[in-house]
């Protein structure tokens, strides 16, 4: 799955789906990137606006997968299977990449070749403003696992992977429309050292009504996440307790929440699920 021949060192994934506004400029920050050897792959995720004239232009450059609307883990799993390269690179396409990009990442997996994944610092700009994120927002570099629990604190756009770490941990899982991010780095925190480049060489553009982001009600699938890393047998003591402690916080802002919508069943099953978790010995 490469039109300019041969394996490719990185393989870039773009998902998208009715981004034609912004794809245009995220496809032209890869292909300005220092760094030459690799491929990319846009994964059109049913598009219904002018996406697929902005793939056309480019048709020379990349590999386009178009399939039936199934959300942003099914894109980014298609591009996965269809692409060969050992690193893999993902960009959202509301994002942007800075040239030099690709090479500092290479040059860090070259440098550190026990490493699996590493993600870079990045620029945020909301309508058009840059902004600075808040304390919490701030990445760290290492075994990052208990710190992620409660926030998401790695970007899609900005990791390079191994290519062998999705054997080992998975990839997306396709079942959540939304925190599918959140849900991959905890199953490769808890294992893996994920390494920061404190170096902003990503372009985060926020602040348009389709961010995933912006979705209501995502602590219900971030609890989902941490249930499913809870019970799957991987975690330290240490680990496990930190886990259960934000399930618990979670389950109970998300119950009450639930409460002053009149969903009492809802709450009930939340408050619930915080209870199934005992400390371990």
Known sequence: MNKRGGTRQVSVIVPTYNRGAMLKAAIESVLAQDFKNFELVVVDDGSTDHTADILKSFSQDIVVIRQDNQGVSA???????????????????????????????????????????????????????????????????????????????????????????????????????ACEDYDLWLRTSC???????????????????????????????????????????LLSTAQYHAAVKVLQMKCAIYAAGCIKRGKKNEAAHYKALAENYTPRQ
């Open 75 to 177: 894109a980014r799993n298609a591009g996965i299977r269809a692409t060969t390269g050992p690193l893999v690179a993902f960009l959202d396409s509301d994002d942007l990449w800075l040239p030099q990009k690709l090479a500092v990442q290479v040059d860090f997996f070259n440098a550190n070749p026990d490493a699996r994944i590493c993600q870079t610092e990045e620029i945020w700009v909301r309508n058009n403003i840059r902004v600075n994120p808040k304390m919490r927002h701030q990445k760290i570099s290492g075994m990052i696992f208990e710190p992620s629990l409660e926030l998401c604190l790695v970007s899609p756009s900005a990791v390079m992977i191994r290519r062998s770490l999705f054997e080992t941990v998975g990839r997306f899982d396709e079942s959540l429309p």
């Open 191 to 233: 294992r893996y050292p994920i390494y920061l480049i404190d170096t902003p060489l990503i372009i985060k553009r926020g602040g348009h009504v389709d961010q995933l982001s912006r979705m209501p009600g995502l602590d219900k699938y971030r609890i989902r996440s941490i249930k499913k890393v809870i019970e799957s047998n």
